[in-house]
């Protein structure tokens, strides 16, 4: 008989940590901290295998589960005592989803499963207690009508308003036994009135109905969204784990909280987390209340209240932080753990991972090796590459005024400044059309969480450190302030207020996660700092890979940033980007515009000083590391003016009449100019300006040499097809190296190599590489041609495109292996065929994709080149797949 | 020793025919000439190895073979009895290129080469003729210079007719011996002004200056284009054959001239040929003096002189039609023979397979099989297929009304109407632009070859029916007149006047090269004729090939012509051509600009019957014939209108702002359209819009049915990147079905299959398979992206990337065989591996071209579709690949 069903409880479990994509994150732990002899609620986890049975075959299939579940029922009452649905000694259940990977709040809980109108008495006798049995009995039609029933939440909460109001009372803890029994009545008239049906008495009804909601929760929109943006397969599935309650919200001697093993903003090893005196687990998360911290030294000075679980629960609190340490020792990490006082007991209801920013990630990582806890590969291996990204950027300037409008916790690190909105809707409209927009909300829950990921930064009123908000944020690297309890919000309005000061939709604000402040308008920044655990982190993962990682540059100011960035070189130098500044344009438009030949060698004779100082520069910079220099790639039309101001001044400045401006900006119109008159259909047609690029790049090694630099260039050739326009352009630039190397008397060391960024080009790389001497992948091109896809013009339908599944990911920022990775790879065989020791590079933006970066490594490429703040990135994402590929090769 | 130099003469040679490759076709056919024993001069052959070795080392390669040459000279010597250089008996030579094929006019000749001012009062006193003596060496001066020391021609012809204005005589025969002796005088002291060196006096120096003249002009750029119009390898080069005189110009007993076995023009069986009394070969083809014909029946009413050579001289005319008879059996083919009679004696100097019409190379084939010469497989073999085309238009209507304004040779048949032209560049620059032009020119030369490509027809007040004009335009397939005497070009102001009529430049004309007539303005047409020897060869071929054409069709009228031409159905019927008619365009229109998914699908309705009444006919006419439906493909903007008129017109009839058009017309711009939101993205985006065509589609099946057709059609899906986008439509087409099925309670059969027109969907062809029953390679776009060009876009470089040697062919017209060719082979094993018999047929422009279709076959696709008027082309080409593969595979 296949096992469907895992017990777990009093010291023992079926399953265990290794289990974890049968039995979910949340069941496999439980089950690994019952074995470790920790105090977990008794209780059993069915399968992620049920998940995808059900959705297979449907409804029915749950049928076939009665008597498994049935008899994991049993287990757990004789190991509680109590029995399910017993009218004088009821056991009440949670049923809560657990997927492979956290998804935090993307699915549904339910919680004090097996309360109907008898139980909740014979609680209130056995407990003594008919307010907290009421309560819990309302809190579990609320959390049942939502999630199994359909019924929107809020209805609830105005129903609950509605009676505080009428009663004059302010806060939850004034309501009596008699008050919860009127709303427990309004509760199940609402039902009545929503679903036509009676509030379900029968727990065993209640049990199969939150089973399947929590099933059904696997595909709703916001965990379909999440996994899309986590990269988790739909086909995972989640586990249900159905566990007996514990109560923080039996009294002043009741708690139930959060903790991490270590501060998850900074990392620093330290008791980290928040609890809520009698409450119940759903209070933290949810950010309703604020919560009070664990440790004394957590206390802030401004919004918390003074109160730690240090100071005030001793016992507890040593007790927690002896289960924490054996923890974070046994699964060798940072540790996110929940857990519930109940008169007094302490009770783990869950640990995990816990989700951290990127500059805590570096220091955990980096403290755990020294503790001897893991290994560096370890380290390496547990950095997200992409999460570096929150590091890489400019921080604002301490020093700098700020016009600070309030303050909050510093729920998330790092800073950004933007447009403030109100909703996730137009966060997510406004980010599309280019904005940098906060997201500012009293709380956010997940429907928000496309507009949390479009907002470059939250701001919440509402909400503790642990709130939804400051969770999603870090996991994000989004910077957030939670809990800016002077904040006003007016959302209808679209205003908020703050100290008397008005901030509308609009405006534009600043949001310090580090340090929780909210600033006015803009901060000036400062760069950022790759030293310490970046550093060490960097260091280590250099040490492993074996991609060479080099930079998108061509300004001195990005190529100084590469290098600062790790960078070993250029590996595209855009040529045409030093010809759109001011004085350069005027050349080049010159030469576009010249009538004769000999009038564009004169235009193209006043650009040639220009690119040779260039060129010197960055060989200054570089200090012999390899640049590859790209000649003229866009089609020309690109350099004329569009506008009519623009045209009008041009026609000024060159004496040419606006007509014939006009007239030769319509003979350079093209239909597709992706895939017109552009790269080295360019150096055959005008070879002037290809002789006049490779002149510059000699005279200017010249200069270098004579200056006594050491200089390492390649020079590419873009958009080939065939051999054949490689051979024609080879034999140009030899020429003008010659004429160089007569006129100054030296000798100049070049490599000559092909740009691969057609489909044709790949298939014949093995012509190609009888002229060229290295190739680099310009995936972009590749990609829009390969998939037949213009990269300007997928707004259209790119959202159909993603939401029917037909992408897995978006192709122009991870590589789509199987069209255009194909064509790599034979390119990258055919080109070894004939050039055995070829050098192969990426120059794509995927050069900076850490998945990408891993299908590179795999094919052998010698390098890939990435724009300046992606180095890092890609030089830990090398780095993972060189340990991976090793460890599969093991 | 190797072999470079193969003599012949006196009935024994050491080459033959089948030494081609070698010898060039003039040599190897003058050696076998040789064999059978016909009145050959006795001369000799230099190899095209030798060509190909004087590319590689230059000039000096030549001094290598100085004695091989000496000693054939010598062997000539013997043979002819007088010596080269030989003062009282010298021996004159010419010198002539002879390519592997016919380049006729393209290179370079001498005659009457041994010359000097000795060897020229030798020969006056051995013929006793010394105005002939003279005369020749004026030739010959004027022909090396020009040739061999680059001098304009035209400065020696201007030498001569000053000469002869100021002595008032007006034809080269009053010229005597003394004023011969006069002119060679003023053409010595033009060489001696323009070299710098006198006349070479040593016929050493002449000959190899000659011959490598001849070597030189395999590179000149009108045989650069000749070769690259007719597919030529620029690898073959040419041979040089040095052959001992005879004269056509010795007196009335001497004549020159040309004889075909058959009518070039027509094909029919009948001597055909003109020749020149006292007259040298060159004077022939120049078309300066109009010639006389050979045979009595040949003679036409108007321009020619009525004396043939059959009734003035019976006795050489009977000995040429015997030879002309022995030829055409020998090699079993149409013979183009060139002939000169010295005193009463008949010399054959060169024959080939004759050039000829298409019209008269389908009735010569079929002929040659009736009369037992050659089988059905070489005659299907011997017609170029391309050559059709002449045959496929409609010709002029015999029973119109015409104005005509002159009358000339009916050169090459065929009618063409276009505007006047006066120059080859002006032809060139108009045609470039989209015009249909006539060039008219008093005679042409090889430099016009690339305006008489260009152009629809040709007009030549000069020249014969073997002039150039007429041997290139019957090459060329373009109707032409020649010896138009009436007409008086004035090439300085650009008109020309026929009868006190005056056409100008820009005016139109017709020309029906079939009659000889120029025509003012247009005339009506008939449609082509396909019986006949035409019928004869399209049986054959479709007895013997196995691709299957259809036609690439939408309108009925369409339909009707490609089944007509014998298409077996349509491979591409593009539904979007149906929207475009003025009453579908507005509802299309509406489609496009609605607000809602409902305001769409209420327009969509309006287009359904439509779409339905189109697919019915479609359906009737092709009775069971397989039909390949596309679905909408281009991008929405195509639809909308451009001009200001027109959006202000479709403001007015849709009520909706201009503004507002011009909006949405903004909002659907693209950067790149042919990489945007087209084919199936418009069906995944807007599913309404496919599941109406789906349901067009089956209704009119549904009626079909109804009426008792039989129906077979395909559905197919355009612009697929993979797998699922197939799937997704797919989805909903059988959704559509399967509804029409329930309604009209019958059985839909369909096949459903995808485009294969990007790279990566060729990549993905296996996973492609699972869902599709068909593949079409649309190899337009499929070339587009392989390639990374814009088919609208390569005018301003393509002519660059053509004189680059870059591109063989034209990749839109000839398919690129190395890159898309191979993405079509991988797409073709990965769809068979998944799917065995899975159909595959192509529908891009390159379904009508031969040597593209040569390539389907070899992968063994199903079918090509191509357009109707290529149906015959692609027939005969399809059984030309089978016959040469059969010949390979044996």
């Known amino acids: 008989m296949h096992k469907w069903v895992y017990s777990f409880g009093a010291g023992k479990a079926e399953g265990n940590a290794k289990l974890i994509s049968l039995l979910g994150g949340k069941g496999a732990n439980l089950a690994e901290m019952c074995n470790l002899g920790l105090p977990i609620p008794p209780g059993f986890t069915i399968t992620t295998e049920v998940c995808a049975e059900y959705y297979k075959e449907g409804e029915n299939f749950l049928g076939s589960l009665k008597a498994d579940i049935n008899s994991a029922i049993l287990k757990m009452e004789s190991l509680v005592g109590r029995n399910f649905g017993d009218s004088k000694n009821t056991l009440l259940v949670s049923v809560r989803s657990g997927a492979r990977a956290s998804m935090p709040g993307m699915m549904d809980t339910v919680l004090n499963l097996g309360l109907n109108d008898s139980t909740v008495e014979g609680m209130a006798t056995q407990t003594g207690d008919a307010r907290f049995s009421h309560d819990s009995y309302r ?152 919560p009070r911290p664990l440790s004394s030294d957590n206390i802030s000075p401004s919004n918390y209240i003074n109160d730690s679980m240090e100071s005030d629960f001793p016992k507890i609190y040593s007790d927690l932080c002896s289960i924490m340490q054996h923890l974070e020792v046994h699964y060798q990490d940072m540790q996110d753990i929940e857990f519930t006082v109940q008169k007094g007991k302490l009770w783990i209801l869950q640990t995990r991972a816990g989700k951290r920013t990127a500059k805590a990630a570096l220091k955990i990582a980096v403290d755990l090796v020294d503790e001897g806890l893991i290994k560096k590969t370890d380290a390496i291996l547990r950095i997200d590459p992409s999460s570096l990204d929150q590091l890489l950027h400019p921080a604002l300037d301490p020093n700098a005024p700020r016009v600070i409008l309030g303050r909050g916790l510093p729920a ?187 009038e564009r060698r004169e235009a193209l004779q006043k650009l040639l000083p220009m690119q040779r100082a260039d060129f010197l520069e960055l060989f200054k910079i570089l200090k012999g590391l390899p640049i590859t220099i790209r000649l003229l790639d866009p089609p020309l039309h690109e350099f004329l003016p569009k506008s009519e101001s623009e045209i009008h001044e041009l026609a000024k400045s060159t004496g040419i009449s606006e007509q014939t401006l006009r007239a030769r900006a319509a003979d350079l119109h093209e239909s597709n100019p992706m895939l017109g008159h552009r790269g080295c259909r360019l150096g055959i047609s005008y070879p002037e300006i290809y002789d006049m690029q490779a002149r510059a790049i000699f005279l200017a090694i010249s200069d270098a040499i004579q200056e006594g630099l050491v200089v390492n260039p390649e020079i590419m050739i873009p958009l080939a097809i065939t051999k054949k326009e490689i051979e024609i352009i080879s034999v140009l630039i030899e020429k003008a190296a010659l004429d160089v190397e007569k006129s100054k008397n030296i000798s100049l060391e070049y490599e000559l190599g092909s740009m691969i960024e057609l489909p044709a080009a790949a298939l014949a790389a093995e012509k190609i590489a009888e002229i060229a001497e290295f190739f680099s992948f310009g995936t972009n091109d590749l990609t829009q041609t390969t998939l037949g896809l213009s990269r300007d013009d997928t707004a259209s339908f790119a959202d159909c495109y993603e939401k029917a599944g037909i992408f897995s990911h978006d192709p122009f920022i991870q590589l789509d292996q199987s069209g255009v990775g194909e064509l790599i790879k034979i390119a990258t065989e055919r080109g070894r065929r004939k050039r055995r020791d070829i050098k192969i590079g990426v120059c794509g933006e995927h050069g900076g994709d850490p998945k990408s970066i891993e299908f590179f490594h795999n094919l052998g490429l010698q390098y890939a080149s990435c724009s300046p703040y992606r180095v890092p990135i890609a030089r830990l994402a090398a780095a993972q797949a060189a340990l991976n590929s090793k460890t599969k090769s093991v």
Not at 191 to 200: A, D, Q, S
Not at 210 to 227: E, G, K
Not at 472 to 482: I, K, N
């Open 412 to 598: 998330s690190p790092g800073a950004a400044t933007g447009i403030v909105v109100f909703t996730a809707e137009q966060a997510e409209d406004l980010a599309a059309k280019g904005n940098s927009v906060i997201l500012v909300r009293a709380e956010t829950s997940p429907e928000d969480i496309h507009g949390m990921h479009a907002a470059k930064g939250i701001v919440t009123s509402r909400g503790g450190m642990t709130s939804h908000a400051a969770v999603v944020a870090r996991g994000m690297g989004r910077p957030c302030v939670t809990g800016a309890s002077d904040l006003k919000i007016d959302s209808a309005n679209r205003t908020l207020s703050i100290k008397g000061e008005t901030i509308s939709d609009g405006d534009i604000i600043t949001v310090d996660g580090s340090r929780g402040e909210i600033i006015k308008g803009e901060v000036s920044t400062i760069p950022p700092d790759f030293t310490g655990d970046f550093g060490t982190i960097m260091d280590w993962a250099d040490s492993y890979r074996q991609l060479r990682i080099r930079a998108n540059a061509e300004t001195p100011s990005d190529s100084n940033v590469a290098l600062a960035f790790g960078a070993e070189g250029i590996g595209l130098c855009r040529t045409e980007h030093m010809f759109f500044e001011s004085d350069r344009i005027i050349a080049m438009r010159e030469m576009i515009l010249s009538q004769t030949i000999n």
């Open 139 to 290: 809190r579990f039609i609320q959390m049942y009508g939502d999630v199994v029933l359909g019924i929107n939440g809020q209805d609830f909460e105005n129903i609950l308003d509605l009676y505080k109001q009428e009663n004059g009372y302010r806060l939850d803890t004034e309501m009596t036994y008699v008050d919860w029994s009127y709303i427990i009545n309004s509760y199940k008239e609402l039902i009545l009135l929503n679903v036509g049906k009676p509030f379900p008495q029968d727990p065993q009804e209640q049990l199969w109905g939150a089973i399947q909601a929590v099933l059904d929760s696997w595909m709703n929109p916001r965990a379909l969204t999440y996994r899309k943006l986590h990269d988790i397969p739909d086909e995972w599935g989640t586990a249900v784990n159905i566990q007996s309650m514990v109560f923080g919200n039996m009294g002043e001697d009741c708690a139930t909280g959060v903790a991490f093993t270590r501060n998850p903003s900074t990392g620093e090893k330290a008791v980290y987390g928040e609890f809520l005196v009698n409450a119940q687990g759903e209070d933290v998360v949810a950010g309703i209340r604020t």
